[in-house]
């Protein structure tokens, strides 16, 4: 089994910056993709950013610029650097991780999203 903890959420004025974090643990052979979609109210769900192992990273369009996302392999974390935030950017935020991890029978792909963490910018 693989679980994602997430934390970083919080209010923030627009024009301001925000750090998420997402951490893996469980029986983790191998890390496929590690990314982060988000959902405001009232709209589905849609991919912010995403990185795979061999290092390509995706954004959407309307972050572009703005945020970064990043990994730290060791610690099988990822982070998402949130600037020049705007009120459109307010949504839960999850993270979510492809894996290749170990089973009682053998080794198995798993896609595990995290709880979500909730960004509200406003004045």
């Known amino acids: 089994q693989v679980q994602l903890v997430e934390s970083g959420g919080d209010l923030v004025q627009p024009g301001g910056s925000l750090r998420l974090s997402c951490a893996a643990s469980?029986?983790?052979?191998?890390?496929?993709?590690m990314g982060w979609y988000r959902q405001a109210p009232g709209k589905q769900r849609e991919l912010v950013a995403v990185?795979?192992?061999?290092?390509?990273?995706n954004y959407a369009d309307s972050v572009e610029g703005r945020f970064t996302t990043s990994r730290d392999n060791a610690k099988n974390t990822v982070y998402l650097q949130m600037n020049s935030l705007e009120p459109e950017d307010t949504a839960v935020y999850y993270c979510?991780?492809?894996?290749?991890?170990?089973?009682?029978?053998?080794?198995?792909?798993?896609?595990?999203w995290g709880q979500g963490t909730l960004v509200t910018v406003s004045s």
């Open positions: 990185t795979t192992s061999g290092g390509s990273t």
């Open positions: 979510n991780v492809a894996a290749v991890t170990l089973t009682p029978t053998g080794r198995a792909n798993r896609e595990v």
């Open positions: 469980g029986v983790i052979l191998r890390i496929n993709s």
